[in-house]
């Protein structure tokens, strides 16, 4: 491919495992009305105050490759909880379709659903939801017991679990007497248990403290590292989206505002709410190698005893290398060969938030 | 007011002063053609519900009063001690009240079984119609705005207003006081168990549906253990109010301590009809503590120790 190598689209011509196309949420008991007028292109606030109805997401579309994590972004009320809740049919919506492999999801009858659920997709809270009633490793084994699952093999499965997510010791206590953390953890190994291939995340570690948080999402990149599943994750802290991310949307009032990897978001805002939004974001953990050199065509070997780094090495980590050599900073592929260079001035342009 | 009276009279309104006679639905009539009907159309099948019901009923009597009551006595008591999670306190209670009973008049211990056994087959009958109901109501709203003014209106009836017509169907005896103890306790059973669904988290219900588990797997493993304490206070409240019919229903000839308490009231005599009463109220504090010490047990192990 030539120079253009250095130009990575590789990501947007995977195969989609879930495709989210022109999905639209309205709430409310004069919904047909109320599509109609969103169809059309009016705003939200018009359509709430002629027909009652909220809209909870406009024509939305969105594709998930296997394998990868996909961040949906926005604060509160952007719809992005509504929007998972479509990926595994716990919310209908009222046009659209969500194809999951290429399969319709909306098609399916209930008993298609039911096992759709226990076999594909599963899904982690914002609140745990935790069945009080019963303990740890029944909470983690719930999965395979509505599959009807023997015993034995569920609490082989359960300890298993528990002891990946680092909870070995609690499986007979009950789920309150875990502290929040755990009590996710305990929620995180019930939804690997049943092997799923796509595990959706509503907001999962809002409700810790920004240590617990922060061990999590740590906890989170060494399981996908192993398990390589496909992540619906859903936050409203940038800072997790950017580092938990392959992809990002950003959702504002029930529209998508821009896709794209955590860079270009960063590099390119689209409009001026997601600028606004990335203007205070710690631009040297977020930007890499790659997204800041001066591309130069691909050169095999040629760099010999000059300070080289990764393509994908965060700013942050390049920063003193940088500093060190009066030269530029070669930028190396996975093979070794140099793809680009950094001058000390793009790095600290790229540091500073364009206006 | 009489001025007005006399205008609208002179008006040729006089409908508007006296309620015209015409205006009148005849429920009267119609409520007595269809009690008539119903017996004549329908006796062999109250009969039929009316045997199986005596014949339960008798089976329980004759084991309650068969029984030796120092046997009895221990099996309540310890019944009250396992159910309590071994509670100390609750038992002694319990022992302390049903020993009581015979206490004030050994004739009393015989007479509390056969209430105990009349109260017993009312309860399970409350609890095997009303948590279905309780559960379908949950699930279904449009059903349940028909079902809560039903229920209201089984409760603010006066009892005699449908002993009577109970009598008629049933005949004498223990089966329509039975019949009249579950419409008036029936109530708290269905109520708490709708409200003990409707208030399990969403949330839960949500993890439950996205596990893929079936409509069965989620009321049987989520929903009916997660309001079981509201359930078991609906039964609680289901036995208060089934044991408070006790003496309305000794008047269509259940016998138990009701019929003692009505005796000593014909007599006059005071204080036959007071121990009786107490006799009441002991074996009341019994079974309420006995409904109440496992839902507690329960709550406790739910919220933590």
Known sequence: MGASSCERNGADEELSLIEIRNIYKIFGKSASRAFTLARSGQSKQRILSETGCTVGLQDVSLNVA????????????????????????????????????????????????????????????????????????????YGLKVQGAPRPKRMERALGWLDKVGLNGFERQLPRQLSGGMQQRVGLARALCTDPDILLMDEPFSALDPLIRNQMQKQLMALQQDFHKTIVFI????????????????????????????????????????????????????????????????????????????????????????VATDRVLKVVDDTGGVIGEIHRDAVLKALVARP | MEWLRNLLHEIGAGWAVEWPKALNVPLNSWINDFVEWLITEHGQAFEAVSNSISVVLLAIEQTLRGMPWLVMFFFITALAWFISGRRL???????????????????????????????????????????????????????????????????????????I??????????????????IYAIPPVIRLTDLGIRLVDSGLGEACDAMGANRIQKLLGLQIPTALPNILQGINQTTMLALSMVVIASMIGTRGLGTEVLLGLQQLNVGRALEAGIAIVLLAIVMDRITQAYGRKLLRAQRGR
């Open chain 1, 235 to 322: 936050t409203h802290d940038l800072d997790e989206a950017l580092l938990l991310g392959d992809h990002i949307a950003i959702l504002k009032d029930g529209l998508v505002e821009q896709v794209g990897r955590p860079q270009d978001i960063v590099l390119r805002p689209a409009s001026p709410y997601v600028r606004e939004f990335v203007r205070d974001v710690n631009r040297g953990r977020v930007l890499t190698a790659e997204a800041i050199m001066t591309p130069c065509p691909r050169n095999k070997g040629d760099n010999r005893g000059e300070a080289s780094v990764t393509r994908d090495t965060v700013i942050e980590d390049l920063l003193h290398q940088s």
């Open chain 2, 165 to 182: 017509p109970a009598i008629m169907l049933f005949g004498l005896g223990a089966v329509p006081a039975i019949f009249a103890t579950v």
């Open chain 1, 66 to 141: 296997d394998g990868e994590i996909f961040v949906v972004m926005g604060l509160s009320g952007s719809g992005k909880s509504t929007l998972i809740r479509h990926i595994n049919r716990l919310i209908e919506p009222t046009a659209g379709q969500v194809l999951v492999r290429g399969r319709d999801v909306l098609s399916l009858n209930r008993q298609e659903l039911v096992n759709f659920r226990r076999s594909t997709v599963s899904m982690v809270f914002q609140r745990f939801a935790l069945f009080p009633h019963i303990t740890v490793w029944e909470n983690v084994a």
């Open chain 2, 89 to 163: 306190g609750m038992t002694i209670l319990v022992a302390v009240c049903l020993f009581s009973i015979g206490l004030i008049d050994p004739q009393l211990w015989d007479n509390a079984m056969v209430t105990l056994s009349v109260m017993l087959v009312a309860t399970i009958l409350c609890i095997v119609i009303g948590i279905p109901v309780g559960l379908l109501i949950s699930a279904q709203d449009r059903l349940r705005s028909l079902v809560i003014p039903l229920l209201d209106l089984m409760q603010t009836m006066p009892s005699f207003v449908y002993l």
